[in-house]
């Protein structure tokens, strides 16, 4: 009849509400091919492929009464049309106007009534580009997830070969039927219910075991909760409305940071981010000290065998040799980022520091582990760190920063080539930003998402994130090679 929904994804769809929608987005920026790209293939390529990913031909039935978990049911009217969607940009088609355009879509909630998850075509992008944007709650994201994108990218211009399936959808259960196969499910296992409550306590009960924040040492998680919340720009109440702004790097520049400095290429990108908040408030006259931290979940994926191999991965030994297999799971690290600190390599040296203690611990996968799964799928693994981020008060941390690398080499969606890719991760209540990253082919791209209301500026802090890295480039250059002539040597890659 379908598929029991798991209390995680209950709890995404209950803490849902009109001003913190709980869907991840992905902006993808393609170069149109030689024979073009349209709506038309765009769908095509879905109805062949979208039996890889059945949940997306699935929507949500509670049962009468609550009396057990909602289900997960085909949609027997399934209408692939609803869901690839087509818009177009004004002339000329800007990067501003495209993240304006964004940011609408990502702000309204999904219909509940249809499967929960859109994908739009933008065209009319400048310098011949066309743009795919996708939604997908996050009550769709299982461990075992599959996102639109594995299922629509490929390594090669030309398309593999996919045959598409007949689908049969399964008859909706009506309220009858619900309610008898839930008084079923608890006749067999009377406890079921209970069982259901204890599991959900227990899963947030070692989720709030499992935050450390790794600033300066290990401070516990109880005593991070009963802190009285720090007033600041980072919180705010939440308006329906939302800003998105993007910033692109390269990810030599992160090795050339590791290189000079140590650590892992992580650590540099958590410097870089620090950096920018840094700026951003200061822009703010917000009161800085030399002590002044800004409290971010950091999630990580957790190994269940060896330590973190320690360079970070994203190069270095092959995609997936020395790390240990990736156990699904993704656990919420607290990271204190020094932002009072003006030194750029003081910075980077207390992150790094903050960050061995967790490798230490022997449960922290390489980021080349992560890169090796099948597909390409970071909004999958985005929308993992932003579950591990659902099980902690808000009080405990002040954004989110999530960080999953992609493959090091280009993808295609019917023979379009991707260029960039820009991670939205959803804002938590009473937070008024959010940063992700994803590194592909080569380069490491930020998307910001924001309250439209609480950061008019987020333009800023992208700008702000591509000076930080500069800075720290910068001083890596003269450390790599103090003799050659100051700023302008040549960094190590």
């Keep these: 009849m379908g598929e029991r929904m798991t209390p995680a994804d209950v709890a995404f769809l209950l803490r849902e509400t009109r001003t913190s929608p709980q869907h991840v987005g992905q902006l993808a920026v393609f170069r149109t091919p030689a024979g073009g ?6 769908v095509r390529l879905l109805e062949e492929r979208i039996s890889l990913a059945p949940r997306y031909r699935q929507k949500v039935r509670t049962v009468p009464g609550h009396l057990a978990n909602p289900m997960w049911v085909d949609d027997p009217a399934f209408d692939i049309g609803y869901h ?40 009319g992008l400048s310098d011949g580009r066309l743009a795919i944007l996708t939604k ?17 990218l490929d390594a090669a ?6 045959v598409e399936t007949i689908w049969m959808p399964q008859a909706e259960p009506g309220p009858v039927a619900l309610v008898r196969d839930a008084v079923l499910e608890v006749a067999r296992r009377p406890l079921a219910l209970a069982d259901t409550a204890r599991a959900a306590l227990r899963d947030v009960g070692t989720t709030v075991g499992r935050a450390t924040s790794l600033a300066g040492g290990v401070v516990s998680a109880g005593r991070a909760i009963v802190t009285r919340p720090v007033v600041s720009p ?35 990108m958590l410097a870089v981010v620090t950096g920018a908040l840094r700026g951003w408030l200061q822009s703010r006259s917000e009161p800085l000290r030399a002590a002044s931290t800004v409290r971010a979940l950091v999630p990580v994926g957790v190994s269940d065998a060896v330590a973190d191999r320690g360079d970070g991965g994203y190069g270095g030994t092959p995609p997936g ?10 656990r919420p690290l607290l990271v204190d980022l020094p932002v009072g600190e003006p030194d750029p390599v003081l910075r980077l040296a207390q992150l790094r520091y903050a960050m061995a203690s967790h490798k230490a611990s022997g449960r922290a996968v390489g980021a080349d582990s992560l890169a090796a799964l099948s597909g390409f799928a970071p909004p999958t693994l985005h929308a993992l760190g932003a579950r591990a981020a659902s ?51 080569g380069g490491v791209f930020y998307g910001i998402n924001a309250d439209r209301d609480a950061v008019p500026d987020v333009a800023q802090v992208a700008e702000l994130i591509e000076e930080s890295l500069a800075e720290l480039v910068a001083v890596a250059a003269e450390a790599s090679n103090p003799r050659g002539g100051g700023r302008g040597s040549a960094v190590r890659r």
């Design 37 to 42: 790209f349209d709506y038309d293939r765009l």
């Design 84 to 123: 690839v969607r087509r818009s177009a940009l004004p002339r000329p088609g800007t990067d501003r106007e495209l993240l304006e355009f964004c940011a609408r879509i990502e702000s309204r909630l999904l219909d509940r009534a249809r499967p929960l998850w859109e994908i739009y075509l933008v065209e």
């Design 136 to 152: 997908t709650h996050e009550a769709m994201v299982g461990d075992d997830g599959i996102d639109l994108a594995q299922v629509i």
């Design 157 to 162: 211009p030309a398309p593999r070969r996919t």
């Design 234 to 268: 980072l919180a705010a109440a939440l308006s329906e409305q939302r800003r998105l702004a993007v910033a692109r790097t390269r990810l030599a520049d992160y090795r050339a940071v590791r290189d000079a400095f140590g650590g892992t290429v992580n650590d540099a």
């Design 321 to 330: 040799h020395g790390d240990g297999e990736w156990s699904g799971l993704v």
């Design 391 to 441: 099980g902690l008060t808000r009080r405990m941390f002040q954004l989110v920063v999530t960080n999953v690398p992609g493959p090091q080499w280009p993808l295609y969606a019917s023979g379009a080539r991707m260029t960039e890719t820009f991670p939205i991760v959803p804002l938590g209540p009473g937070q008024a930003l959010s940063i992700a990253v994803s590194s592909y082919d």
